[in-house]
């Protein structure tokens, strides 16, 4: 997700919440590397 927001503070925020959101739907307790994928997916797609 750094690698995504270029470190930038608020797209790494943004990538962060939609990791949260991808933990949440999927009903997990716990943001693991499928909903990073999951989020950075979302956030790169045209």
């Known amino acids: 997700m ?3 927001s270029l470190g930038l503070p608020r ?3 943004n ?3 939609a ?3 991808a ?3 999927a009903g997990k307790a716990l943001v693991d ?3 990073a994928k ?3 997916a979302e956030l790169t797609r045209d």
């Open 33 to 35: 590397d499928d909903c």
């Open 2 to 4: 750094h690698k995504l």
């Open 11 to 13: 797209a790494l925020n």
């Open 15 to 17: 990538a962060a919440i």
């Open 23 to 25: 933990a949440a739907t």
């Open 19 to 21: 990791a949260l959101i």
């Open 38 to 40: 999951t989020a950075v």
